[in-house]
């Protein structure tokens, strides 16, 4: 039998590429979508569904981690710190730092993957886009594959893939469009729920990726400033 | 300032004397409790509380992670699956296996110890008695500690402690006697929210402990077994 790949699925642009991806890599997909919390949550849990139903996946399965909201201290989940208008050369961690958030996240997919006798759990996580998150870098991935390995049953055998994480977003871009992934079903947008605001960190990264491949974002903007 | 440690606190035993030992190297203690939808959780949480009060510890967090419960596949969440009676001569996993159970809590409690600047976690994790769970092995926790260095910010710095993993039960109980630490607070049973079953893997292995160590158990039994 087709071995499952577990493939964290925001909504947004990286994780619907790193689908597209690992779809291509001929694993049965189980799709896993994390609440935590954050502003746009029900737009994001939106594009969740249709981009499973894109791609026929019915294991599907959402898993509400609002205690990282509890946890707080993030801009993200915390209603009363305002989210920083993007500056894409700004150093050190934003404000929209979630603490640990992809061990946590991490966590739950090893659980749900081990249920499922899976072989692989993909996440999109992106090293030089990622605005300076400390657990979005390769090292910390493979930091994460031996805590599985020792973690988990003897007969468990679970890789870790992070298809885009060496990508820049345009490169990201022009990899999506080839495998002709849905980018209108997506959503990247940290502030809105209607349209994208066009002037999060998210937009702008998404934005400046798509500028830069020369290629039209479907969705709708706000504003659509020119970051490229 | 002292810097705070955060402890894992079920309100078993093993947490019950991490805990103390944690107290005795001159942290700041706060204490974490995670719901993981098991059958005697209120019972627990009672026994959390009545912990903290003893040491007087305010930073509490209580965080439900029912979700593992979904995700399924063991005894101690699904109702539908009977608790093994007690077999300390089993081999291999027990049913009342969480997958990567431990790896879920220490996420949540890293990024809860990021916020509070914490220097430590503590967790009673035992590897000699502890079932046959992979995820409680100390070369686990090491490979833990590294994703912890490797996923929070540079300036953080947390040293992941588990100062009963080499322990046997009854050198854990010698050590919490020596500690005079709360075992009437405590909670151990896998079964009943009354009195301890007494026949649980759980109260099994406590109550060999207690019995070896030639110590008197203050917790009421509806059985008592001699296993030592």
């Not at 031996?146 to 022009?174: C, F, N």
Request: with cysteine; net charge negative; aromatic share 8%.
């Amino acid at each position: 039998m087709t071995p499952y790949a577990v493939v964290l699925l925001s909504g947004g642009m990286d994780s619907l590429v790193t689908l597209a991806l690992t779809h291509a890599m001929g694993y049965r997909l189980a799709a896993l979508h994390l609440n935590y919390g954050q502003r746009t949550e029900q737009r994001e849990l939106a594009a969740f569904h249709a981009i499973c139903d894109h791609y026929q996946i019915s294991d599907r399965l959402v898993v509400d981690v609002a205690h990282l909201a509890a946890i707080g201290s993030s801009s993200l989940t915390d209603p009363s710190i305002a989210v920083e208008r993007a500056n894409l050369h700004r150093q050190g961690i934003p404000s929209s730092y979630v603490p640990f958030r992809n061990a946590n996240i991490l966590a739950i997919a090893t659980s749900w993957a081990e249920v499922l006798s899976a072989r692989a759990i993909a996440i999109g996580a992106v090293e030089e886009d990622s605005s300076g998150y400390p657990d979005c870098r390769e090292e910390f991935f493979r930091a994460f594959e031996r805590v599985i390995e020792l973690g988990t049953k003897p007969d468990t055998q679970i890789a870790l893939l992070t298809p885009v994480i060496h990508l820049r977003k345009d490169e990201i871009v022009r990899r999506g469009a080839e495998l002709n992934a849905p980018f209108h079903l997506s959503w990247s947008c940290y502030t809105r729920n209607d349209i994208a605001c066009g002037e999060c960190d998210s937009c702008a990264l998404r934005l400046r990726g798509f500028q830069r491949a020369g290629i039209e974002d479907p969705l709708p903007y706000a504003v659509k400033p020119q970051y490229a």
